[in-house]
Each structure stands twice: as structure tokens, then as C-alpha cells.
């Protein structure tokens, strides 16, 4: 007999929309005595409808996100790097308590180095530059999971093997929304875990027997996804995921609704 059951459920991050500022205005009133701004509302829209909907690793953030961290960074002048590159964590970590008082052990979303759209200007050598840039997100990082973080995604356009080598941890997970024909062997050459839609699930499938794979977040899925996935992996090996970019409380009840199938 069939039976009906549920895979883990995994956000990915979310892009809520600018907010009327009267609607912003009342809602940092209503958090006055916290850092509220507009960045702080953002993430609570991110984090809020996931709660609702019970994901199960919820995960506060998205590519909006970027902004803040050009404002962290020292050493920088209109995105031009001038000078040695530093951080100061300490707004990203209020960012990071904050996503804690709504629930514990929250992921975030952090846009991937190349999303700064940063140039260099003062190390004028790729390797040490690119080295720099990764110290400082591995700083970030670090100080957010020591202020309640459980981890990170790190939302990227293509897959980035110089970033990916550099900071891909088992609390640190690379999400390429095109990785391109070798863009998962990139990926799976540094994490056992991967993210994928039903677009492109068929090309992870085809690094299978190369590389030991213990986890699949698959963006949406839908039952002939899932079908082909349960061919290579079990079900505990599987979650569904979602990266919100429309009206968020609905969307996350659909993810969780994706999350069930029959067997």
C-alpha cells in the first residue's frame, strides 16, 4: 500500500520586495530599541513566511544583501579596491542575533563574492586578490554563525571554482543558479552537497558515479523530479527547496506542499 510522506524542507534565500516607505516607517517603529532599517525589514520579510510555513532550515537573506557588505568593507572607494581589504562584521552580525530571536539555528543567504562587482586596484595579483576577498567572507561568516547563524548559502550566478574552492564548508553551501554544462562538477569537486532545479537536475545526475553525493535540494520539485531523483538517492538525502522572488507566504506553503509525495 501507498503511503504519503514528507521530505525535509530547505529555504535558500529570498528577495523581498522595497516596501512603501509608511509601511517601512511603522514597522521600524514597532521594532524601535533594535537595529531596524530598511535591510533589517528586508530580512525579517525573508525569514517571517518561512517560520509561518514551518521549513524546516529556514534561511534568512538573499542577494539584497549585498549592499550592506560593500558598506562593511574597508579599503574600498565606488567598488574599487584602494587599499587592504577589511571588515567590520559588527552590522552583519546584529543582522544575524536578530534572525536568532525569531527562530534558533537560522541558515542565511549571502550573495558570492563576484556579486560585489568589486575591482582591484591595490594587490594587482589575481591569486593574492582573490585570497583577500575570500578572508574576508570567511571573517563574516565566522563572526554571523558565532552570533547565531547555523550556516550559509551562497547565492552565485555561474559557478565560481576559484570562490568555491575557497570557501565551499560543510556550514557553507554554494548555490549557482546557472552553473552551466561543468558547473556542478565545479561544485562537487569541493561540497557533497548540491542545489538544483528542474532544469538542470539531469546534468548533476551525470556527475553521480564521479563524485559521492549525501545531499540534493531540489528547487520545486514536482513528482517526475522526485521520481528520478529517488533512482539515485534515498529519501533522506533529498530536500525541497526554495528561493522566493514573488509573494513569499504563499510560495513557502507551496515548497512545503512540493515536499510531499507518495511511495
Known amino acids: 500500500m501507498s503511503r504519503r510522506l514528507k521530505l525535509a524542507t530547505h529555504g535558500l534565500g529570498a528577495e523581498p520586495h522595497i516596501p512603501e516607505i509608511g509601511r517601512l516607517s511603522a514597522w521600524i517603529a514597532e521594532h524601535r530599541g533594535t537595529p531596524a532599517d530598511l535591510t533589517t525589514y528586508r530580512l525579517f520579510e525573508s525569514l517571517s513566511p518561512q517560520i509561518e510555513a514551518k521549513i524546516d532550515f529556514p534561511c534568512a537573506g538573499g542577494v539584497f544583501l549585498k549592499e550592506k557588505i560593500q558598506q562593511c568593507l574597508s579599503g574600498v ?3 574599487k579596491v584602494i587599499d587592504e581589504l577589511s571588515v567590520n562584521t559588527s552590522p552583519l552580525s546584529e543582522d544575524a ?9 537560522i541558515w542565511f543567504a549571502l550573495p558570492a563574492p563576484h556579486f560585489l562587482n568589486l575591482s582591484d586596484s591595490y594587490y594587482n595579483d ?3 586578490w582573490e585570497d583577500a576577498l575570500a578572508r574576508v567572507y570567511r571573517t563574516i ?4 554563525r558565532d552570533a547565531g547563524a547555523a550556516g550559509h548559502i551562497l547565492i552565485s550566478e555561474k559557478a565560481h571554482e576559484s570562490e568555491i574552492a575557497a570557501l565551499a564548508r560543510r556550514e557553507v553551501l554554494f548555490y549557482p543558479q546557472d552553473p552551466g554544462i561543468d558547473g556542478f562538477k565545479d561544485v562537487l569537486e569541493h561540497q557533497s ?6 532544469s538542470n537536475i539531469m546534468q548533476a545526475f551525470a ?4 563524485f559521492d553525493i549525501s545531499q540534493m535540494i531540489i528547487i520545486e520539485p514536482e513528482t517526475e523530479t522526485l521520481k528520478a531523483a529517488f533512482s539515485y538517492l534515498d529519501a533522506d538525502q533529498i530536500r525541497a527547496g526554495g528561493y522566493c522572488t514573488e509573494e513569499c507566504a504563499e510560495y513557502w506553503k507551496k515548497i ?5 509525495y507518495t511511495r
Open 141 to 144: 561568516m565566522r563572526e554571523m
Open 207 to 210: 556527475h553521480f558515479e564521479e
Open 256 to 260: 512545503v506542499r512540493m515536499s510531499e
Open 193 to 198: 552537497s548540491v542545489v538544483v532545479n528542474r
Open 126 to 128: 589575481g591569486a593574492e
Open 97 to 105: 542575533c536578530f534572525a536568532a530571536t525569531m527562530k534558533r539555528n
Open 77 to 79: 572607494t565606488e567598488r
